[in-house]
């Protein structure tokens, strides 16, 4: 057991009152000014009472938690590496039983294969992974590619507008 530092302030104004307090075995008395020895003494007990209480309970309640702990492990070890059977509405077996790992595994293959079903999706035969995949190329173009061709189109317009001029001053050229 490791050492307990106990730090006891006691309260003479108490002990001159002849404050009531009970022991142990639940009786009460009350000190009357001249028996300090008793006075201090009870309240050194009741610190170190107290104190051991704490120290006490601490040390029981972190054993608790790791033989709970180590015996919860191995239950959800035993329990996650075994087979689970799904079961319908009512309980009853369906299909064959599987491990978490290949239950997880399906529902995830149905999740990213499957359309989705939503009311607001237009397009009912988009799966999940098309409509991420959608949606991460629309954000690349507006966020990233969307300047570079902004600024194509104004290079392209100016130089079909250049072009165009070129072409006016050469045939207004030749009219003359």
Do not use: C
């Not at 079903?117 to 507006?142: G, M, P, S």
């Amino acid at each position: 057991m490791t050492p307990i530092e106990i730090t006891i302030t006691l309260d003479l104004d108490k002990w001159a009152e002849g404050q009531p307090y009970q022991d142990y075995d639940g009786e009460w008395h009350s000190d009357q000014p001249g028996q300090l020895e008793a006075w201090v003494a009870h309240q050194v007990a009741q610190v170190i009472a107290s104190q051991l209480k704490n120290e006490v309970g601490n040390k029981v309640l972190a054993i608790v938690s790791e033989l709970a702990t180590a015996q919860a492990e191995g239950l959800v070890r035993k329990v996650l590496s075994g087979p689970i059977r799904l079961t319908d509405s009512y309980g009853m077996p369906k299909g064959e039983p599987k491990t978490l790992m290949e239950l997880v595994s399906e529902q995830a293959g149905k999740i990213l294969s499957q359309p989705r079903d939503d009311r607001y999706n237009y397009d009912r035969k988009v799966t999940l992974v098309q409509q991420l995949i959608r949606d991460e190329v629309d954000k690349a173009f507006a966020g990233e590619l969307k300047p570079v061709i902004d600024a194509a189109k104004k290079q392209a317009k100016d130089a079909v507008k250049n072009r165009a001029a070129e072409m006016l001053a050469t045939e207004m050229e030749r009219t003359r």
